[in-house]
């Protein structure tokens, strides 16, 4: 069993920066790749990125690209989602998941929430303008 558990949330205003992180706990996470998404009231969650292994792939939803910043520390056991020029419609609901099972491999796979067997419950995030 591997638990995740959200932390950094909270409100910011537009143009801010919020740090995410998700520290995991009953199995090292090194072993396995960890994924981001992002629900907002009345929508389907979404992806908005992931980290491999190593920390040395991510990918990132166009919508985040070169605004937020996936890392991971190991040796904490814990990963982060650095998020910069904050807009909006970035508020929701952000999630941390842990795919236990395979590598890194494409986009397609880690944009997949079916692709994760472990969730954290979850940080709000919300940005005023």
């Known amino acids: 069993q591997v638990q995740l558990v959200e932390s950094g949330g909270g409100l910011v205003q537009a143009g801010g920066s919020l740090r995410l992180s998700c520290a995991a706990s009953?199995?090292?996470?090194?072993?396995?790749?960890m994924g981001w998404f992002r629900q907002a009231p009345g929508k389907e969650r979404e992806f908005v990125g992931a980290i491999s292994r190593s920390g040395s792939t991510t990918y990132y939803a166009d919508s985040v690209k070169d605004r937020f910043t996936i890392s991971r520390d190991n040796a904490k056991n814990t990963v982060y989602l650095q998020m910069n020029s904050l807009k909006i419609e970035d508020t929701a609901v952000y999630y941390c998941?842990?795919?236990?099972?395979?590598?890194?491999?494409?986009?397609?796979?880690?944009?997949?929430?079916?692709?994760?067997?472990?969730w954290g419950q979850g940080t709000q995030v919300t940005v005023s303008s």
């Open positions: 998941a842990a795919d236990t099972n395979a590598a890194m491999g494409t986009f397609s796979r880690r944009a997949a929430s079916r692709a994760y067997d472990y």
């Open positions: 009953g199995r090292t996470v090194s072993n396995y790749c």
